[in-house]
Nanobody
Framework: QVHLVESGGALVQAGGSLRLSCAASGVILRFNLMGWYRQAPGKQRALVATISSGDSTNYADSVKGRFTISRNKLKSTVYLQMNNLKPEDTGVYYC??????????????WGQGTQVTVSS
């Protein structure tokens, strides 16, 4: 079983920056895709950014040029650097990881989320 633990969420003023981290633990053979999603109040969870095993990245249009996803393969950690934050970036940010464990089982795991609040 793969566990994901997010950290770094906080209350920040518009224009500020935050860095979210997501640490994965478990007997993991490889990650195929890791990413960040957010759920704004009253809305469905939506993709923010993903990074593939080959380090290809994908971003929601609303965050392009402001957010950067990266990962540390040795630490099984994925990061989300968020700059020039806007009030509409407010929400709970969830980490997601898909891959294969050492017992040859595919997994898709979610973290419990970290709150980001951007004040105007």
């Amino acid at each position: 079983q793969v566990h994901l633990v997010e950290s770094g969420g906080a209350l920040v003023q518009a224009g500020g920056s935050l860095r979210l981290s997501c640490a994965a633990s478990g007997v993991i053979l490889r990650f195929n895709l890791m990413g960040w999603y957010r759920q704004a109040p009253g809305k469905q969870r939506a993709l923010v950014a993903t990074i593939s095993s080959g380090d290809s990245t994908n971003y929601a249009d609303s965050v392009k040029g402001r957010f950067t996803i990266s990962r540390n393969k040795l630490k099984s950690t994925v990061y989300l650097q968020m700059n020039n934050l806007k009030p509409e970036d407010t929400g709970v940010y969830y980490c997601n990881a898909e891959g294969r464990s050492m017992n040859s089982q595919d997994f898709a795991s979610w973290g419990q989320g970290t709150q980001v609040t951007v004040s105007s």
